[in-house]
């Protein structure tokens, strides 16, 4: 059997108990997209003018809800709205951090309840196997989907994640996980992880703030990641927003994420 990345999104779909993963990349098959965008932006206006403009063209929008000044339970209402109507899964980049109690609170209460509306949310792996076990008995029973940040220790991540395969779907990183860290007695048969990889620009290589960008060429077809992780060079600074170019610049990276993935899938 080829390596995961190297089939279809559809044929992957199939194979993926996660419901989460499953619908991910159902949609990711059915839209021609794997795209998200990284929407971070502090007021609800341009929030939505961003989302209302790319929804479209993503599987994917990423959120850091909690720098929106104007948030309130509106603005949850609307993005799980704007989720159906342009089937798009939602994506909050919390990075949990904290031990299993904690973070069972900071996912299911408070303003945000982040469980409730979405579908995918993040974790460090740094605290160990608490993290995941507090995400999932929040998570598993909701139809949610985890995935692990693997900048510390990737092997460590990588077991994290093998051991809690019903809940942990997937990693920020770039380039495959699937094997790492895998003992002789570790059963990775049909190991599959999605790999989302922030970072990618078709114009800049760099920024002021240090921020590296890969083409999606070398993200999706040299490096096997499956969702490209956009979000300056769809909308600029994300104020008084231009629909219209935001739009343009969408379609831009849909298209060569797409054209990168074809190319990936066609070469076995």
């Not at 990075?95 to 409730?116: C, E, H, P, R």
């Not at 927003?241 to 190319?263: C, M, P």
Request: proline share 3%.
């Amino acid at each position: 059997m080829s390596s995961p990345h190297l089939q279809t999104y559809n044929e992957r779909a199939k194979k993926h108990a996660n419901k989460a993963a499953k619908a991910l990349l159902e949609i990711m098959e059915e839209k021609q997209s794997n795209l998200s965008v990284s929407v971070d932006v502090t007021k609800s206006k341009d929030f939505f003018d961003i989302i209302e403009a790319v929804g479209p063209h993503v599987c994917l929008i990423k959120t850091h809800i909690d720098v929106l000044e104007d948030f309130d339970a509106t603005v949850i209402n609307r993005l799980r709205e704007l989720s159906e109507k342009h089937k798009f899964l939602i994506f909050e980049d919390r990075k949990f951090a904290d031990i299993g109690s904690t973070v069972v609170l900071q996912y299911s209460k408070g303003i945000y309840k982040i469980a409730d509306w979405a579908h995918i949310t993040n974790a460090h792996a740094v605290p160990g196997p608490s993290i995941i076990t507090g995400l999932a008995s929040v998570g598993i029973p909701k139809d949610r989907g985890l995935i692990l940040l693997a900048e510390m220790s990737s092997k460590d991540a990588v077991r994290m994640a093998r051991a809690r395969r019903d809940f942990v779907i997937g990693f920020i990183a770039q380039h495959r996980m699937e094997g790492i860290g895998a003992s002789d007695t570790d059963n990775i048969a049909g190991e599959d992880f999605l790999v989302l990889a922030p970072g990618v620009g078709l114009d800049a290589t760099g920024d002021a703030m240090g921020q590296q960008y890969r083409t999606p060429e070398q993200v999706v077809f040299e490096s096997g990641c499956d969702v490209i992780i956009v979000g300056r060079g769809i909308y600029g600074k994300g104020e008084n927003v231009d629909a219209r170019e935001v739009l343009k610049q969408a379609q831009r990276y849909q298209a060569a994420g797409w054209e990168a993935y074809k190319k990936r899938v066609q070469r076995t």
